[in-house]
């Protein structure tokens, strides 16, 4: 059940004002019928009532009485008037707000469903022109990811230098391989690959200064030489690749390495050329073949394992040595801080692969120490 403060404020829906209102309609109702029936006995008992007010020392002749039979009869009439405006005035009441309140509701739903097709006219075209750019840049990318597919796939089909350059640039475009410096231009590439099949065969670092505006573009093939530091050639749009090839042999005989020179592979190094710039592509992409991260490659240390940015990538196994663990140089020294590498290889790698390539990651991961 519920309370009700009948000494607070209500309003037109509060039950004390009803209770009070059905209270005074009926007092209102039993005071006319009242007042009627002491008219209807003026009227037609007047000799009754004149005789009872003649006890009471008041004169009423037949005049005085029909002239108070009247006046009752209006009083009596304008109350039940009163009481019927009372009871009907909250019907009235009710039946306008109910009609307000549809009104206002319809307006309400107007106003909204005008608004929503505003705001559908204007989003529609938006969306068809954002689904329009996305698909626009999807195209693109994919566009993109397969030229330099192509690029990396097609480099060993010709020996000409301008083809050879123009792929190079293409893969380094996306920075999928590592850079010879930091300033160098956006096409421009540095990285390591063998030139045979085994950990023993000869390194060979290209360099690609790329198109920067300054120079003419050049390939230089740079043979890691312990004994003697590195023996480079160049390669350009002048000379053959046949000749930048035989000046290397020649110059790794003149500098005491014939083993090195005999070990060497053309072949094995455009071929390795071949799968790391591929390895790198896929890897750069997300392509869904790909085994490598989207980290920057640096180094082919055998087939399926590569140096990157991110640290020692291996097929099927990912980054099996972070960069992390090679620590760093401590600032002004050459002393090497936070290093945590473990020589054993871990279980089912093989053993002398996972030496080199610690050795061979060490001085990229580090950098120079001043």
Same mark, same amino acid.
């Given at each position: 059940m519920k309370n009700y403060d009948a000494s607070g404020p209500t309003t037109v829906d509060g039950e004390p004002l009803i209770q009070i209102?059905? *209270?005074?309609? +009926?007092?209102?109702?039993?005071? *006319?019928? *009242?007042? /009627? &029936? /002491?008219? +209807?006995?003026?009227?037609?008992?007047?000799?009754?009532?004149g005789l009872a007010l003649n006890l009471v020392g008041v004169t009423v002749n037949a005049t005085h009485a029909t002239f108070i039979s009247g006046l009752l009869v209006n009083i009596g009439t304008t109350v039940l008037l009163a009481v019927v405006l009372i009871?009907?005035?909250?019907?009235?009441?009710r039946r306008v707000q109910k009609a307000t309140s549809a009104s206002e509701q319809r307006?309400? =739903? !107007?106003?909204?469903?005008?608004?929503?097709?505003?705001?559908?006219?204007?989003?529609?075209p938006l969306e068809l022109r954002l689904t329009s750019l996305d698909g626009l840049l999807r195209n693109h990318g994919d566009q993109r990811s397969q030229e330099r597919r192509d690029a990396a796939s097609t480099i060993l089909e010709d020996s000409d230098f301008?083809?050879? &350059?123009? =792929?190079?640039?293409?893969? !380094?475009? @996306?920075?999928?391989?590592?850079k010879p410096a930091i300033d160098a231009p956006d096409d421009a590439m540095l990285f390591v690959?063998? !030139?045979?099949? #085994?950990?023993?065969?000869?390194?060979? =670092?290209? @360099?690609?200064?790329?198109? #920067?505006?300054?120079? &003419?573009?050049d390939v230089m093939f740079s043979v890691m030489h312990a004994d003697g530091g590195d023996i480079a050639a160049n390669w350009n749009r002048i000379v053959p690749l046949s000749d930048v090839l035989r000046s290397l042999y020649d110059e790794l005989v003149t500098r005491g390495a014939v083993h090195?020179?005999?070990?060497? @592979?053309?072949?094995?190094?455009?071929?390795?050329?071949?799968?790391?710039?591929?390895? !790198?592509? &896929?890897?750069?992409?997300? #392509?869904?073949d790909a085994w490598l991260s989207t980290s920057a490659a640096h180094e082919l240390v055998v087939d399926g394992w590569i140096i990157t940015e991110r640290g020692i990538e291996v097929r099927g196994r990912g980054v099996l040595v972070p960069?992390?663990?090679?620590?760093?140089?401590? @600032?002004?020294?050459?002393?090497?801080?936070g290093r945590n590498l473990s020589l054993s290889a871990?279980?089912?790698v093989d053993q002398a692969i996972y030496s080199e390539a610690l050795v061979r990651a060490q001085p990229f991961m580090l950098g120079r120490p001043f």
């Open positions: 209102r059905r *209270g005074l309609a +009926w007092l209102s109702v039993a005071i *006319g019928v *009242g007042i /009627l &029936a /002491l008219a +209807w006995h003026f009227g037609v008992c007047e000799n009754p009532l009871v009907f005035e909250r019907m009235i009441l307006a309400e =739903k !107007a106003a909204e469903t005008k608004a929503e097709a505003v705001i559908k006219e204007r989003v529609e301008n083809s050879f &350059a123009e =792929k190079l640039s293409t893969v !380094a475009s @996306s920075g999928a391989v590592t690959v063998p !030139a045979g099949d #085994d950990l023993s065969a000869p390194r060979v =670092k290209i @360099s690609y200064n790329g198109n #920067d505006g300054r120079r &003419a573009a090195t020179a005999k070990a060497f @592979s053309a072949d094995a190094l455009f071929l390795n050329i071949g799968r790391f710039l591929a390895a !790198a592509t &896929a890897g750069r992409n997300g #392509d869904p960069r992390f663990r090679f620590g760093t140089y401590v @600032s002004g020294t050459n002393t090497v801080t871990p279980d089912g």
